[in-house]
């Protein structure tokens, strides 16, 4: 056990008194975290998990108003994305960054009609959008954020203009638009973040990973999945931020009711990764946002050298670890080739997969896509039995999830009879403290202060932020701050700087959270080897563990995200022939 874990565990199990328990550590639990503990109270946060590592680390890895919400008449939650999308880019500017996007348009008047019938209530699929209801959508959009600008107006261009620019778009188009919205790096590490500041502003306040809340006549309990103690706990409140799993969490957690409805119905999503130069470069730096046939909103853009392109949306009757299932690859590669019918694209462009579960409040729309992305706060009373109250988050996105926290948090405040001593609005998270113009100053200024080669400073300074400048200071020195293998970015100081301050139990966790080794294919058997390897010497592990570890995460890639053990040792031979 690494001694933050160690320290963490000791500081449940000396007071287990606190104001209040978080239940769930996606992005909304983390972010109501922060909010409550930047405001005083001691919070205890249980993730039986990985940090961000359900939903959380399965989104479309954009920061939108929503600009198709507009449709289904949804402004006051448009109003709120484009403010939160703002907030974004200027407190994580490290991780959250402009992106132009571009529809292709193929009708002037269609879906007018449509959208004006839905826009009053209506529940039909939508149809095509033409030139028109764009403009309109567009320019509502522009107004929403015309007094604090920070990205520019969107635009209309005559087909000939569009094919002059992306030459490969499919020859129907009559018209483009692009307007501004923005994408994030690393979803992941930016919700760690957020426990990184808490535990900096709010020495009180624990938030565990692999561990699990439950609930007896006794009281509350958390179990350490790691070591399988059991410690108990009290609060004065309980937020349920568990998501897709919200209504199994509240049967657990608060009075049996079988008179009780269910507050979330998700739908699930998946996207693939592909790794298609002739795709990449024809999108231009820019995110295509398009229609499917069956008009459901699809998008591709360009991410981390490859390209990311989704997604799907279909309804699930029970929340539970989700995969990209073939015929859902096949709909999001067949609806790249209507967008880009002269560019081939096959399941061997495939790097990586994902999928989740988005926790939308229960609906009773036929198309998915009308179901909203809004979110609230449900509250349970607590019981004479000496139960407190729960508040339930039901809904969001990752755009607004710091919108949700605080509004979340207020309420809990209310309950407690708190004051808000602080906002977040204008707070940095992580390594946006302190950030530079741009990220290309930051990386300058590494280059320059420590020696670095260009492509090391833009890594750091893109993954890490201004924290780059504490792991640079950590690893001055060290005989392993070299890359773990060729045309892999990440060194074997690195790995050893996130083991001992990112919570980091499991393999898993540095390879698919806390780097970005495998969702930009960079991950192979060797590098799993090497990496392993380096956990054991830090952590003590026998070669039994190590073994288990590396397995565990070999079957994780395959089963749940596309990469087959065969996929890694290609990859490792790749490399060594490269070398040689």
Not at 36 to 58: P, T
Request: with cysteine; proline share 5%.
């Amino acid at each position: 056990m690494s001694a933050q874990r160690q320290e963490l565990i000791d500081r449940v199990r000396a007071d287990g008194a606190f104001d209040v328990l978080v239940v769930g550590g996606g992005i909304n639990g983390l972010g109501v975290y922060r909010e409550l503990a930047l405001q005083g109270l001691k919070v205890l946060l249980v993730e039986r998990n990985d940090f961000c590592s359900g939903c959380s680390a399965a989104p479309s890895r954009m920061i939108h108003g929503g600009l198709r919400y507009l449709e289904n008449g949804e402004f006051d939650l448009v109003k709120e994305s484009l403010e939160e999308r703002d907030a974004l880019l200027r407190n994580a500017p490290h991780m959250v960054h402009p992106l132009p996007t571009t529809i292709p348009i193929t009708t002037l008047f269609s879906g007018l009609f449509n959208a004006a019938k839905t826009f009053l209530g209506g529940k039909s699929k939508p149809s095509a959008r033409g030139a028109l209801p764009i403009r309109i959508g567009l320019t509502l959009y522009d107004l929403v954020t015309r007094r604090r600008r920070l990205l520019p107006r969107h635009s209309f261009r005559s087909a000939r203009a569009t094919f002059a620019q992306w030459p490969a778009l499919l020859p129907s188009l009559k018209y483009s638009a692009t307007y501004y919205d923005a994408w994030i790096s690393h979803p992941e590490r930016l919700g760690l973040e957020l426990v990184l500041d808490t535990a900096t502003s709010s020495a009180a306040s624990v938030a565990l990973n692999y561990a699990e809340l439950s609930s007896s006549p006794q009281g509350f309990h958390v179990t350490d999945h790691e070591t399988g103690e059991v410690l108990s706990v009290k609060a004065k409140a309980i937020v349920n931020a568990t998501g897709a799993w919200l209504d199994e969490a509240i049967n657990q957690l608060a009075a049996p009711d079988p008179q009780r409805k269910p507050l979330v119905g998700g739908t699930k999503g998946s996207h693939l990764i592909l790794g298609n130069a002739a795709l990449r470069d024809a999108l231009g730096g820019h995110m295509i946002y398009f229609e499917n046939s069956d008009g459901r909103v699809c998008i591709v853009f360009p991410y981390l050298g490859n390209v990311l392109a989704g997604s799907t949306d279909l309804r699930v009757d029970k929340p539970e670890r989700t995969r990209c299932e073939a015929d859902e690859r096949d709909y999001i590669l067949n609806s790249l080739g209507l967008i880009f019918p002269g560019i081939p694209l096959s399941e061997a462009d495939i790097l990586y997969s994902y999928s989740g579960i988005r926790p939308l409040p229960v609906s009773d729309q036929d198309f998915t896509g009308r179901i909203s992305r809004g979110h609230f706060t449900k509250r349970l009373a607590g019981t004479e039995s000496g139960r407190p109250p729960q508040f339930c988050m039901v809904g969001g996105k990752w755009t607004t999830f710091r919108a949700f926290a605080e509004q979340a948090a207020d309420q809990v405040l209310a309950e407690l009879g708190h004051a808000r001593r602080l906002g977040t609005h204008n707070l940095p998270i992580g390594g946006g403290a302190d950030f530079p113009k741009s990220g290309a100053t930051l990386a300058g200024s590494l280059q320059a202060e420590f020696n670095l080669n260009a492509a090391r400073a833009a890594h750091l300074a893109g993954t890490y932020g201004t924290r780059a400048r504490t792991f640079l200071r950590f690893a001055a020195g060290r005989s392993d701050d070299t890359p773990l293998a060729d045309g892999v970015p990440v060194t074997g100081a690195e790995i050893v700087w996130l083991l001992q301050g990112e919570h980091v139990l499991h393999l898993s966790d540095l390879v698919l959270r806390r780097t970005a080794l495998a969702i930009t294919g960079g991950i192979s058997g060797a590098l799993i080897e090497a990496i392993g390897a380096i956990m054991a010497r830090e952590r003590g592990w026998s070669a039994a563990r190590t073994g288990r570890e590396c397995e565990a995460l070999r079957h994780e890639l395959a089963t749940y995200h596309g990469v087959s053990a065969e996929t890694l040792d290609q990859r490792s031979l790749r490399r060594t022939k490269e070398c040689v």
